[in-house]
């Protein structure tokens, strides 16, 4: 559907560039979000920022997660 992740969060943006309200927020979790936000990010002329954490996942479904621990233990 997309040619990678960086084009995906520019077709994301796309549909938010009329979006009422202030200038938007943009961050990137890493292992694929980071992408996706740096296409957002471009495309509506904002700074990118990153938040590292670390996933919660559910036992026996490596896949699934449940949430997540950023810095500081948030």
């Keep these: 559907m997309f040619a990678d992740r960086i084009a995906a969060g520019r077709a994301l943006a796309d549909l938010l560039?009329?979006?009422?309200?202030g200038p938007p927020v943009v961050v990137g979790l890493p292992r694929g979000g980071v992408a996706v936000g740096l296409g957002v990010a471009e495309r509506l002329g904002v700074p990118l920022d990153v938040l590292v954490v670390r996933?919660?996942?559910?036992?026996?479904?490596?896949?699934?997660?449940?949430?997540?621990?950023g810095e500081g233990g948030i």
């Design 55 to 69: 996933k919660l996942g559910i036992p026996f479904h490596p896949e699934t997660a449940f949430g997540a621990i």
């Design 17 to 21: 560039v009329d979006r009422p309200g």
